[in-house]
């Protein structure tokens, strides 16, 4: 008998599963999407705030983006990007076209319920078997359809709901007050100050963009050192913000500055509003509890979360996480008892804080993301990704943080399971000879982009209307 696998979202971690669970004998998906199209947040819209339907707009796609990882680095390990495609660093429209073909090439679209957004996903428990009540909303006719599934993927993404610090007197600030989740384009500070809040990806992408128009950008961050990296002659870098003024900000530097608009680059928050209290699930502190790898919700076994996991090369992680929780529900792999699982979170949680890493930052793997694909690998008895992948990211990191305003000019290109080729012409000496051989970087584990707060309180604040690899 065929068992049915509900999968929550038609993004990229929604198409991977449905993908992984066709190709498994006794496996049937069935996908709930509220758009009505494939590609989650790389949908571009230039709306914000609320859809015709009332529900919040899902993707934080900017007009201009382009991608901060090479095309080699992204796509699926089984359907790579097309080799006609010159450039490393793409356009989203490319990304969202790449994201339809895979749909189309793996006839994915005839298990897809476009325009249907999941409300209720609960468990129910017969003599020690536990099946999935999903409730779903047909928006075209706001009639409610509830599937009983063997199986429930949670892939409805990360990059949504807008995390808000809490600034000291930000009520007395007359500007305006905008999170990245609602940028679209750098029209609209003409002239104007802006402080970016926040310097990982978003922040650091933004911030170039609106350079080009603004009278000022201050760039606000507490890490550990500036960013080493030319950038435009408007654009400064202070300490993190610590109070607001009427007219601008003060810094943890001392410094203060007049401001027009400050734009939170802070990140997002991990949230699941469908998910009735019986699935077990929390989120505190930046943790979505208790999963097993990141992946297997330990109390329910048979509910997977795929795509937790950030500052990751995602398409990659994500086919990993699906392969490994689709052979758990085939019966081709076992999981390790309740008991097990949850001392082996507890022991990876200690491990984390043992190195000095806010425990906020357990779902970031970045360098260790290799060890955690291969880990995978190793359990589900998966292929292992070829060196190359970790040896090009590694000389990327370097790249981008030397040459921040135009590394996307570079163009990258896989010859051998070792070894990349790259062209461009923004590196010279030592950084190019390593980037061209392909070598490991030697660079430290921790990103020297990754923002820390510890001045700043986070709290959700959803009624303010992400996006990173």
Request: glycine share 8%; proline share 6%; with cysteine.
């Amino acid at each position: 008998m065929m068992k049915v696998v509900g999968v929550i979202g038609g993004g990229a971690a929604g198409l991977c599963a449905a993908r992984h669970i066709l190709a498994s004998p006794g496996l049937c998906p069935v996908v709930w999407e509220k758009a009505q199209q494939v590609g989650g947040t790389w949908v571009y819209t230039p709306q914000t705030g609320t859809d015709q339907h009332g529900l919040p707009i899902h993707s934080s796609m900017y007009e201009n983006l382009k991608t901060n990882l090479p095309k080699e680095l992204m796509g699926f390990p089984d359907y790579p990007f097309p080799t006609d495609e010159e450039d490393s660093f793409i356009h989203h429209t490319k990304v969202l076209k790449y994201l339809e073909r895979y749909a189309e090439h793996f006839n994915l679209k005839p298990h897809i319920k476009f325009g249907h957004n999941v409300e209720l996903v609960k468990p129910s428990v017969n003599d020690s078997k536990t099946s999935w009540e999903v409730t779903v909303v047909d928006l075209a006719t706001q009639t409610s359809i509830t599937t009983v599934c063997d199986a429930v993927i949670v892939c409805n993404g990360h990059y949504s709901v807008p995390r808000i610090p809490e600034v000291k007197d930000i009520e007395k600030y007359k500007g305006k007050q905008i999170h990245s989740h609602d940028y679209r384009e750098p029209s609209p500070y003409k002239d104007a100050r802006v402080v970016v809040l926040g310097a990982s990806a978003s922040g650091l992408d933004i911030s170039l963009e609106l350079a080009a128009v603004a009278k000022e950008v201050i760039l606000s961050h507490n890490l550990p050192i500036k960013i080493s990296s030319a950038l435009p002659p408007n654009v400064r870098q202070v300490r993190g913000v610590v109070a607001a003024k009427e007219d601008g900000f003060i810094f943890a530097d001392g410094s203060s500055a007049q401001a027009d608009v400050i734009m939170y680059c802070t990140g997002y928050d991990y949230t699941f509003p469908f998910l009735a209290q019986e699935c077990g699930i929390k989120v505190e502190n930046n943790i979505v509890q208790p999963l097993y790898k990141h992946i297997v919700n330990t109390t329910h076994p048979t509910m997977g979360f795929i795509g937790i996991p950030f500052q990751v090369c995602p398409f990659l992680l994500f086919d990993f996480q699906v392969q490994y929780f689709v052979k758990y529900l085939s019966g081709d792999m076992t999981l390790p008892s309740k008991k097990e699982m949850d001392h082996a979170v507890v022991t990876e949680m200690g491990e984390h804080s043992s190195k000095g890493i806010a425990l906020r930052h357990y779902h970031r793997l970045e360098q260790q993301q290799w060890l955690y694909n291969d880990d995978l690998a190793s359990l589900a008895g998966l292929p292992y990704l070829p060196p190359v992948v970790g040896h090009l990211h590694n000389a990327l990191r370097v790249i981008r943080k030397n040459h921040l305003m135009t590394y996307k000019t570079s163009c990258f290109k896989i010859t051998g399971p070792e070894s990349f080729e790259k062209s461009g012409s923004i590196l010279r000496g030592s950084t190019e000879r390593h980037c061209d051989s392909g070598v490991d970087s030697g660079v430290a584990e921790r990103h020297s982009d990754t923002p820390t707060f510890p001045e700043i309180t986070w709290h959700s604040r959803q009624t303010l209307p992400q996006i990173t690899f």
